[in-house]
């Protein structure tokens, strides 16, 4: 049984195609999709389709991220409003893009996954960790190694950072696919991985799959999102076109410039003025006409 493992699709319907057309041409026969399927991008609905489609397709995986809870979060009148105009205005057009149906689908699934294909193949997914779906598992690290320890199968398999590697740790393979969507891996190809099991252990091979960008960043233009979430979409189209996180430096920096401004709580109560000043000394590019 080949296995292609997606995280972190962020809502990137193009990205999403290019790599299911790799893994089927490579012989996948089943998917598992680590969660952040939407946010960010101009597909949310496009995106969570083609995912209930895979479903139909083959046997097929689906883990939470922190963005579909998000989503939940905010159906639930927690987590402050989402404005257009403001960083926060990407949020708020996924969450006006989406359907009660697929908030009920969020509702029911997890961000931890046993997943067993049978014949011994099983392993343990994650969109962060094991406890909590916005910590990120890097190598070398004591709480990785905490986490590895415990799992009770031969792989476990992670998502969130956008960091594709492998990292083998007495005898439990860790596996981060990277992002399909929002690759940060420092070139723009969709990142996914594929899986095999044979004679009681995982092979894993991470793939780099290219695909039209520049397509992607005028889907983004012609939904707007270019306008409802400026500095914000900004930093994801300089994240898409070089594979480098461009939104993270530039949201901290932002933070920084709001707290010794005596403003800004969490990074929704930056004032969009400290979000372009951050953007302005980080040089990130213009989208372009
Ligand atoms: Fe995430």
């Not at 372009?276 to 590019?285: D, F, K, T």
Request: hydrophobic fraction near 40%; proline fraction near 7%.
């Amino acid at each position: 049984m080949k296995l292609a493992v997606l995280s972190d699709i962020h809502a990137n319907y193009r990205a999403l195609e290019a790599v299911l057309r790799d893994a089927a041409a490579a012989g996948a026969e089943a998917y598992l999709a680590l969660g952040d399927h939407v946010t960010d991008g101009p597909y949310p609905r496009r995106t969570l389709e083609r995912l209930y489609a895979l479903e139909r397709e083959a046997p097929t995986f689906l883990l939470r991220g922190n963005r579909e809870e998000y989503m939940l979060d905010h159906r639930a009148g927690k987590g402050g409003s989402w404005l257009p105009g403001t960083e926060s205005g990407s949020l708020h057009y996924t969450y006006s893009q989406l359907l009660p149906a697929d908030l009920d689908r969020f509702a029911g699934w997890s961000s931890v996954l046993p997943v067993d294909l049978g014949n011994g193949a099983r392993l343990l997914a994650v969109h962060g960790s094991p406890e909590n779906s916005r910590e990120r598992l890097l190598p070398f690290d004591g709480a990785t190694h905490r986490y590895l320890e415990a799992c009770p199968y031969p792989a476990l398999l992670c998502g969130h950072s956008h960091q594709a590697f492998l990292y083998p740790y007495q005898g439990t393979l860790l596996a981060n696919p990277g992002s399909v969507g929002l690759s940060a891996m420092g070139s723009p190809e969709a990142r996914y991985a594929l899986m095999t099991y044979e004679a009681g252990y995982w092979q894993c091979s991470l793939r780099a799959v290219p695909y039209d960008v520049e397509a992607l960043v005028e889907d983004i233009r012609q939904c707007g999102l270019d306008q409802s979430a400026a500095v914000w979409t900004r930093c994801v189209v300089a994240t898409l076109r070089t594979g480098i996180n461009q939104i993270i430096p530039t949201g901290n920096l932002a933070y920084k410039l709001a707290q010794e401004r005596g403003t800004g709580g969490t990074w929704m109560d930056i004032p969009q003025a400290c979000w372009e000043e951050a953007a302005r000394r980080l040089q990130v590019p213009p989208i372009g006409p």
